[in-house]
């Protein structure tokens, strides 16, 4: 819900456009989100701490490279080409990073 509010807020108030950050803390609390969300359904099952962090990585890269594929095919990018390289990468690696950080907050617990 967080970070469909926050996207629907930098929409309205275009703030991915005027403040460089927003897009990049929607995308780390994005993975954060995810991260959480795949922990919970991993709960009960007895894995190692490298495999849950793979398990988590993993699947919340691959909701990151399919809403990347969705906004490209319904054009709700409006990046230039060379740029728009760099801000999907930059946008995987601040779900990853937030994924990342969901799991070694967890195994602090």
């Avoid at 995810?34 to 909701?63: A, E, H, M, N, P």
């Avoid at 906004?71 to 230039?80: A, D, P, V």
């Amino acid at each position: 819900m967080v970070v469909w509010g926050l996207n629907y807020l930098a929409g309205v108030f275009y703030l991915y456009w005027t403040l460089w950050w927003f897009d990049y803390l929607v995308h780390f609390l994005a993975g954060l989100g995810g991260g959480f969300f795949v922990l919970w359904f991993l709960s009960k099952r007895d894995l190692s701490g490298r495999q849950i962090l793979l398990i988590v990585l993993t699947t919340v890269l691959f909701v990151g490279v399919v809403w990347e594929i969705y906004e490209y095919l319904f054009g709700l990018t409006q990046s230039t080409e060379s740029y728009y390289t760099l801000d999907v990468i930059s946008d995987l690696i601040m779900d990853g990073l937030g994924a990342i950080t969901a799991v070694f907050l967890t195994k602090r617990r």
